[in-house]
């Protein structure tokens, strides 16, 4: 990841994302809250900020928008759309494919809890809410490759149909794993970064090996 210098975060650029309605200094005529807006207002605005997050996510740049107003839907949207996708079998299933859905939940929601605890044992600044909502997030291009490899399946399961299935997951791996350390890398101490991208490594590796050797029923 030798690019992740161009890409890490930094302090003076300016974050988007509206998750969270701004506290600032306001008259007493100004008392203003969520319970006074339309709940159209209210879910267009979380939509926005979500939409933004995934934008983040795609291409990671400079900017801090999933650490401020960090929030858990995007993460529980992926994760339930995954689990949905890899519901229908995998290599080594022998039944219905049912247990599929809690297999990736656990895994993902789990995996994120166990890299969040490991960050903050090794002196991580980021809370823990804010570390699951990147690792959270990062899902997007695995989710994407899930998607393209269940569209690949449907023309067949040849040899040329595994090769570009695995240089789909191979590079949404590579881009989960960008993602993720240009926002967590910087939030360690310089000489405790190894230990935190390795079990991140660990994590977007067995998801990407859930979704490679996945077969349709």
Same mark, same amino acid.
């Given at each position: 990841?030798?690019g992740? /210098?161009?890409?890490?975060?930094?302090? @003076? %650029?300016?974050?988007e994302?509206? %998750?969270?309605?701004?506290v #600032?200094?306001?008259?007493p @005529?100004?008392? *203003?809250s969520?319970?006074?807006?339309?709940?159209? @207002?209210?879910?267009?605005?979380?939509?926005?900020?979500?939409?933004?997050?995934?934008?983040h996510?795609? *291409?990671?740049?400079?900017?801090?928008a999933?650490?401020?107003?960090?929030d858990?839907?995007g993460p529980?949207?992926?994760?339930?759309?995954?689990?949905l996708m !890899?519901? #229908?079998?995998? /290599?080594?299933?022998?039944d219905?494919?049912?247990?599929?859905?809690?297999?990736?939940?656990?895994i993902?929601?789990?995996?994120?809890?166990v890299?969040?605890?490991?960050?903050?044992?090794?002196?991580?600044?980021?809370?823990?809410?804010?570390?699951?909502c990147?690792?959270?997030?990062c899902?997007?291009?695995?989710?994407?490759?899930?998607?393209?490899?269940?569209?690949?399946?449907?023309? #067949?399961?040849?040899? &040329?149909?595994?090769?570009?299935?695995?240089? &789909?997951?191979?590079?949404?791996?590579?881009w989960?794993?960008l993602?993720?350390?240009?926002?967590?890398? @910087?939030?360690?101490p310089?000489?405790?970064?190894? !230990?935190v991208?390795?079990?991140?490594?660990?994590? *977007?590796f067995?998801i990407?090996?859930?979704?490679?050797?996945?077969?349709p029923?």
């Open positions: 990841f030798a992740l /210098a161009d890409v890490s975060i930094s302090e @003076d %650029i300016p974050v994302g509206e %998750i969270t309605v701004p #600032g200094s306001r008259s @005529d100004e008392d *203003y969520t319970l006074d807006e339309p709940v159209k @207002d209210t879910i267009m605005r979380d939509l926005k900020a979500v939409a933004k997050k995934f934008v996510v795609m *291409y990671p740049k400079k900017s801090s999933l650490l401020r107003d960090w858990l839907w529980l949207v992926l994760c339930v759309s995954l689990a !890899l519901q #229908g079998g995998s /290599a080594d299933s022998k219905d494919g049912g247990p599929q859905f809690a297999e990736v939940f656990v993902i929601w789990f995996g994120a809890v890299i969040t605890v490991n960050s903050k044992l090794l002196g991580g600044t980021i809370s823990f809410f804010q570390s699951l990147v690792l959270g997030y899902v997007l291009p695995l989710t994407v490759a899930m998607l393209v490899c269940r569209l690949v399946l449907l023309a #067949g399961s040849g040899t &040329v149909s595994f090769i570009i299935r695995l240089i &789909v997951v191979v590079a949404m791996f590579g989960s794993m993602a993720s350390t240009a926002f967590l890398a @910087d939030s360690q310089p000489n405790r970064k190894a !230990l991208v390795y079990p991140i490594f660990l994590f *977007y067995v990407s090996w859930m979704i490679l050797t996945f077969t029923q």
